[in-house]
């Protein structure tokens, strides 16, 4: 245990020593050198949907109406949105991995905000020119623009003493006592490490989809590797462009024809165009390769004394740093704060790098726990924080993630209970201060979410036959529920549920 420079209970040091850290710096305000007030200063690191949920949350409290608490966030871009805000793929990475023919994968109700809906009759998977237009709308509505400095990115943050200090790209250096890091993590693109994939690269017969926008002539067969929804979009359309169009998935089963293959995991890249496949299987005159591979986690603006790059050490104890293994950010309490021991456990949050979640509600739940943390460090109750994030581990490492690449591969990949579970506590851990309500995860929204991909080939379907927009006309001008009640009825038309209530209905009348 090394030593704290400010005066811990005894037992907060006991329970830190417990997990090998040091319990969080109980601060009260931390007097800035930019204007020499009392007043607590918060740095937000992007205005993406986190970005922005944590603006709204804040800007809404008793802390920031009185001028306590000042907030600031960086964008680097024009405009709010973050990953849903559209550009072409110039720079390198991407700014958006954002392919033209994107829709979401949840339906609105489920994957928006619950504080502020969708307009009535929008599409339920609505097109993402659509989503960066509702989240342009939420940043208006709630007042946030005035909080945001556009085409300003953080170049670098550093701890010192007892507050960040960071520095822009206008060359500013100005001190916060806390950052939220909400820089999103579909910018860096993942390249897996396969035997000749980087000699493909390097003469550009692969890349990766995020340079991806739409179908072209990328030669007459193309392999998709990636099983995730934007390696599934890219392997469908592409079939209109190819002759032969192979969808490698980890762990598939070889199957196809001519026109359209699955297969496993590439292992082989060879010069000559042929690849090698799981089960043995080799495919030859393969013209372009696309990587639907997915992004690392990347925070470019913090050094190793903030937080160190490469595989976490073996645990139990907690390692006394914190770490980016490229696949997650490790150890953090809640999956929010810092459990190290450099810097003050609540003077950051990282926001929103779980993944299978429903994302914008997430940010909600984080939000409010954000700002229980900032206001009262001593909530975090770091013995017991660090006992879950162990937990976790034993558990993952139980049902398989074995080593430390799989343990963090699987460690922001929540089950759907433990989605539901994670926004509860968050709430009731927010609610505690009693400036916010303890808010649970409504039935609705953990059935429509479990019927999501019923939900979306539904609704596919009803836009190929031009019937979609009956079905929204009108839906949520009187709220939420109209949506839920949509949304039901949509699952019990996919399942033939609908037409057999019909049927029978005609043939009651009909019998009658």
Known sequence: MWQDSHDQS???SHGAQLVGLATPHHEESVPLLNDQTSTKRICVIGAGPAGLAVLKAISQTSYFRTGSWNIIAYESRSKVGGV????QPVDDPPLTPLYDSLTTNLPHPVMGYTEYLFPPSTPLFPVAATVQTYLESYASHFNLLPLVRFNTSVINATWSDLHWKVTVSTGETLEFDHLVVANGHYRLPRVPDIPGLERWVTVRKAFHSAW????QDFGLKVL???AGPSGRDIATEMRTHARTVIHSVTGGVSQGDEQFKIRGRPLHFYDDGRVLFEGDIVEEGIDQCVLATGFQMDLPFFNDDVIKTGEVPP??????DLYNSWYHIFPLSKYLFPLQRHYSISSVAFMTLLFRVAPFPVAEAQAQAIIRAFADPSSLDVEREGEIVLSRSQKLASEGASTPLRLAKTWFRLTEAEQWGYRDELFAYAAESGDCPCIKVTDWMKE??????LLREAWVELERKGESQKWVEGVG???VQEWVDMMYRLVRHARGEERE???????AINGS
Do not use: I, Q
């Open 212 to 215: 991806y926008r739409r179908p």
């Open 10 to 12: 005894k037992a907060d």
């Open 477 to 479: 001008e009187n709220g």
């Open 501 to 507: 209530k019909c049927e029978s209905t005609t043939h």
């Open 448 to 453: 429509m979410y479990a019927a999501k991909d």
């Open 315 to 320: 645990h139990p104890p907690l390692p006394p």
């Open 84 to 87: 849903w805000f559209p550009a």
């Open 224 to 226: 998709v590797v990636g």
